[in-house]
T-cell receptor
Framework: GESVGLHLPTLSVQEGDNSIINCAYSNSASDYFIWYKQESGKGPQFIIDIRSNMDKRQGQRVTVLLNKTVKHLSLQIAATQPGDSAVYFCAESANTGGFKTIFGAGTRLFVKA | NAGVTQTPKFQVLKTGQSMTLQCAQDMNHNSMYWYRQDPGMGLRLIYYSASEGTTDKGEVPNGYNVSRLNKREFSLRLESAAPSQTSVYFC?????????????FGPGTRLTVT
């Protein structure tokens, strides 16, 4: 989930298990949501996105679920692998006539071999 | 195709010193952005350039200036560095300046101000 402060929430999963990372967003007017993966020492990398007119979108081994009623977003990673270990964060965007994207603080995923 | 490149990778400054962070992209993107990332916090937008020749303030512009040198390059300048500017700085680019377009990020510059 989201975090404020110095410490990121952490999720530890066994290799091969499924991972679910949660995100609560703040703006009910947000109409586009993105999940990013950030490995240590690297820049964020796009994983998957979803528009507000959808509630589910699937990619390769990843699924994003959107619940607009409670302003909640989740990222599911199937058959988690050691290479999935990273910080994952969500971003929300609203088309308000100008650039407005808000990034969450992130969740650190550890994959145990 | 290198994507988004940033220089330097690491920098240590003393309070009051100035420096320029360089960013270049080879994807022919119109829009470029500078963010900072502090421990336990999400990325915060410093400045962005929707297109060549334009720049606009983001969420945390104080203490920074930017230059969109050409379509490829977007630099961030700290005129008088302060310890509060210790952070990791990321440059990003996107095809157009719309929240619906994916941003591509560089590897980051880790800056320490003592």
């Amino acid at each position: 989930g989201e975090s404020v402060g110095l410490h990121l929430p952490t999720l530890s999963v066994q290799e091969g298990d499924n991972s679910i990372i949660n995100c609560a967003y703040s703006n009910s007017a947000s109409d586009y949501f993105i999940w990013y993966k950030q490995e240590s020492g690297k820049g964020p990398q796009f994983i998957i996105d979803i528009r507000s007119n959808m509630d589910k979108r699937q990619g390769q081994r990843v699924t994003v679920l959107l619940n607009k009623t409670v302003k909640h977003l989740s990222l599911q990673i199937a058959a988690t692998q050691p290479g999935d270990s990273a910080v994952y964060f969500c971003a929300e965007s609203a088309n308000t006539g100008g650039f407005k994207t808000i990034f969450g603080a992130g969740t650190r995923l550890f994959v145990k071999a | 195709n290198a994507g988004v490149t940033q220089t330097p990778k690491f920098q240590v400054l003393k309070t009051g010193q100035s420096m320029t962070l360089q960013c270049a992209q080879d994807m022919n993107h119109n829009s470029m952005y500078w963010y900072r990332q502090d421990p336990g916090m999400g990325l915060r937008l410093i400045y962005y350039s929707a297109s060549e020749g334009t720049t606009d303030k983001g969420e945390v512009p104080n203490g920074y200036n930017v230059s969109r040198l050409n379509k490829r390059e977007f630099s961030l300048r700290l005129e008088s560095a302060a310890p509060s500017q210790t952070s990791v700085y990321f440059c990003a680019s996107s095809e157009v300046n719309s929240p619906n377009y994916e941003q591509y990020f560089g590897p980051g510059t880790r800056l320490t101000v003592t």
